[in-house]
C-alpha cells in the first residue's frame, strides 16, 4: 500500500536552531515527493519538490530536502529556523496513477 | 489572478441541509482535487478528477459528490450534512497526477 509517515508530530524549537523532520515513503513505483508548508490559518504552499536527479533538493526559505532512496526517507531540514517557520509542514508523494497522499504533518512551533 | 479560488471562505449551516462549495482554477491544469482536514490538521484526499472524469474516489460517504463542468472547475456538493462533516476542505490542482499541487485559501465548514 501507498503511504507516507512523519515522524514528528510537534517539534519545538528556539530561534536559530536547526530543524529536521523525518518522512517516510512507501511506494511500489515511480513517486515523487513534496514538502508543503501550511502557516496558520492559511493554505498549503509548496516548500519543495523531488523528481529525479540530484537526491539534495533545495526550496524556498532555505528549507532542503534529501532523498535517500536506500532508507525510504525524505527528510526535511534548515539549519536556522526563525520564528515566522511556525506552522505546520506535510510531506507527501505522488504517483503517476495519479495517486496523492500526505502524511499526518508536524507542527513546528518556533519560539522567539 | 488567484489561481485556485474558493468560495464560500466560510460556510455555517445545520444538520441535514445540503450544500455546495465552488472551486476553480486558472492555471491551465488538468487535475483537480478535493481535501478534508480536520481540527488536528489531518489532510485527507477525498476526489481527484483528471480532464473531467473522477480518478481517486476515495472511502467517503457517498453523500459527498465532486461536479466537474469543466476542467477549470470541481465543486463539492455534500447531501444531509453532518456533525463530522465540520472540518475545512480545500481545492488543489496540478497538471498531471505526479506534479506538485496549487491549493486553495480553503472553505471551513460549520455544521450546527
Known amino acids: 500500500a501507498q503511504s507516507v509517515s512523519q515522524h514528528n508530530h510537534h517539534v519545538i524549537l528556539s530561534e536559530a536552531a536547526s530543524l529536521e523532520l523525518g518522512c517516510n515513503y512507501s511506494y511500489g513505483g515511480t513517486v515523487n515527493l513534496f514538502w508543503y508548508v501550511q502557516y496558520p490559518g492559511q493554505h498549503l504552499q509548496l516548500l519543495l519538490k523531488?523528481?529525479?536527479?540530484?537526491?539534495l533538493v533545495k526550496g524556498i526559505k532555505g528549507f532542503e530536502a534529501e532523498f535517500i532512496k536506500s532508507k525510504f526517507s525524505f527528510n526535511l531540514r534548515k539549519p536556522s529556523v526563525q520564528w515566522s517557520d511556525t506552522a505546520e509542514y506535510f510531506c507527501a508523494g505522488n504517483t503517476n496513477a495519479g495517486k496523492s497522499t500526505f502524511g499526518d504533518g508536524t507542527t513546528l512551533t518556533v519560539k522567539p | 489572478d488567484t489561481a485556485v479560488s474558493q468560495t464560500p471562505k466560510y460556510l455555517v449551516t445545520q444538520m441535514g441541509n445540503d450544500k455546495s462549495i465552488k472551486c476553480e482554477q486558472n492555471?491551465?491544469?488538468?487535475?483537480m482535487y478535493w481535501y478534508k482536514q480536520d481540527s488536528k490538521k489531518f489532510l485527507k484526499i477525498m476526489f481527484s478528477?483528471?480532464?473531467?472524469?473522477?480518478?481517486i474516489n476515495e472511502t467517503v460517504p457517498n453523500r459527498f459528490s465532486p461536479k466537474s463542468p469543466d476542467k477549470a472547475h470541481l465543486n463539492l456538493h455534500i447531501n444531509s450534512l453532518e456533525l463530522g462533516d465540520s472540518a475545512v476542505y480545500f481545492c488543489?490542482?496540478?497538471?498531471?497526477?505526479?506534479?506538485?499541487?496549487?491549493f486553495g485559501p480553503g472553505t471551513r465548514l460549520t455544521v450546527t
Open positions: 523531488y523528481f529525479s536527479g540530484d537526491p
Open positions: 492555471l491551465g491544469h488538468d487535475t
Open positions: 478528477y483528471n480532464n473531467k472524469e473522477l480518478i
Open positions: 488543489a490542482s496540478s497538471q498531471g497526477g505526479l506534479s506538485e499541487q496549487y
